[in-house]
């Protein structure tokens, strides 16, 4: 859990604000709208990166987590309950940020809601390292 980090992922966060670029850049003399379309299209291919990424370290941070709940001296069905939520949660989001991307519609909130799960799901990690600890109160969906 210690190599991973959800802060990286905030500091991607701003390639999905390009209609705040593109609406810069329009204001600017010598602008051509296919400068504009260039933009986002590499901004957009650059959202894709992030958003699988994302999903690989989630994935891995997952792995761990449920090897983590596996070797522990009890049986916390619990914390096994909660790795499943945050994952489907994860997984819907996904799913959305996936649909936005495709209709070019603002991301923004489902890209903070994704790096919000992996962000609990690493806190999880630590949580089941440390059976002292309670379990985090629900993330909301």
């Known amino acids: 859990m210690d190599s991973f980090s959800a802060e990286k992922y905030r500091l991607l966060e701003s390639i999905f604000s390009w209609e705040e670029d593109i609406a810069f850049l329009a204001s600017q003399p010598g602008y051509n709208p296919a400068i504009g379309l260039r933009h986002r299209i590499a901004k957009r291919k650059l959202a894709y990166e992030w958003a699988r ?58 890209v903070r809601r994704l790096s919000t799960a992996l962000e609990y799901l690493i806190g999880y990690g630590w949580i089941i390292q440390d059976e002292s600890l309670l379990p985090c109160p629900a993330m909301e969906p």
Not at 53 to 59: I, P, Q, S, T, W
């Open 53 to 110: 990424e994302l999903r690989a370290e989630f994935d891995e941070v997952y792995r761990q987590g449920l090897l983590l709940l596996v070797n522990l001296k009890t049986d916390r069905p619990d914390l096994q309950r909660d790795l499943w939520r945050l994952k489907i949660t994860f997984y819907r989001r996904f799913v959305l940020l996936k649909l936005h991307l495709l209709w070019r519609a603002p991301a923004a909130d489902e």
